[in-house]
């Protein structure tokens, strides 16, 4: 089918905006020369903190896909008194500044908290540690996968799953070899948004767990305590990482849905 032509109002603001979304990245990547970005990698610490917070990330959306899908399930399938707030009190980590939601965090799981008071007890610490950097990555992340979820599982035939229920397989089994196996393309999508929102979390993750360092936590101090020309590689470095990982898991994914 051919193409319809297109106003020109909304080429051009298309345009402006995908200018203006790369415009940064490539000018961040073009103030670096190969000579610093060399060095870059071969930093000790930027390595370290790299791996940290890909790892946090992992976690995170791992931990995420856990609690989130049935979540996400419920909403997609249920109705129920109180749902409209249940969908808002998901989306609130959208809303909140992260730097806000930092200190709530840290309220609820410093050493003090309510949380994380007892669980000290028994040596399990959030604050300046890799559990508390976790917190505030699916705090803030959370809401992108519960939601993408949500819409792929709204998306099944629900009476794919009656005729399921009928043949005598279980609510579990309904979910597993029926459900998720047809949405499992907006699951993925969304877990690969938790996690690349994951690791660029910062307000959050700062005030909770400032050390060990994230990447984000890393350019921050490189830029207030030496400036730009010393932050600008390690943001290169990290542009380029998760560019490359992004397209990676976007590809892969494609692969498995053409096979």
């Known amino acids: 089918m ?3 032509p297109l106003p020109f109002g909304f080429v ?26 060399l060095t870059t990698i071969t930093d000790r ?6 791996g940290l917070t890909f790892l946090a990330g992992g976690i995170a959306t791992s931990i ?3 609690l989130g899908l049935p979540l996400a399930y419920i909403l997609a399938r249920t109705n129920f008194p109180g749902k409209s707030l249940l969908s808002g009190i998901v989306d609130l980590p959208l809303i909140i ?6 200190i709530a965090l840290l309220l609820v799981f410093g050493r003090m908290g309510i949380v994380g008071s007892p669980l000290s007890k028994i040596g399990l ?9 976790v917190v505030g990555m ?11 979820s949500r819409e792929a599982f709204s998306s099944v035939d629900p009476e794919l799953e009656q005729v399921a229920r009928t043949d005598g397989a279980s609510a579990w089994q309904i979910f597993w070899q029926v459900t998720l196996p047809l949405a499992w393309q907006g699951v993925l999508s969304g877990a690969i948004t938790m996690w690349a929102r994951g690791i660029s979390e910062f307000g959050a993750v700062v005030i909770l767990a ?17 400036g730009l020309s010393s932050a600008t590689p390690v943001a290169s470095l990290l542009l380029i990482l998760v560019l490359i990982l992004f397209a990676l898991l976007r590809w892969l994914a494609r692969s498995v849905e053409t096979n």
């Open 45 to 50: 610490d930027v390595a370290h903190s790299i």
């Open 64 to 66: 995420g896909i856990l």
């Open 125 to 133: 610490f959030f604050t300046d540690s890799l559990p508390g950097i």
């Open 12 to 37: 051009l603001a298309a345009s402006l905006l995908i200018l203006f979304i790369i415009l940064p990245v490539l000018v961040t990547l073009f103030s670096t020369s190969l000579e610093e970005l």
């Open 138 to 148: 699916m705090f803030v992340s959370l809401p992108l996968l519960v939601n993408a």
């Open 97 to 102: 500044p992260h730097t806000a939601a930092g």
């Open 210 to 226: 400032y050390s060990p360092k994230i990447i984000p936590v890393l350019i921050y101090e490189r830029f207030q305590g030496f």
């Open 2 to 4: 051919k193409n319809k």
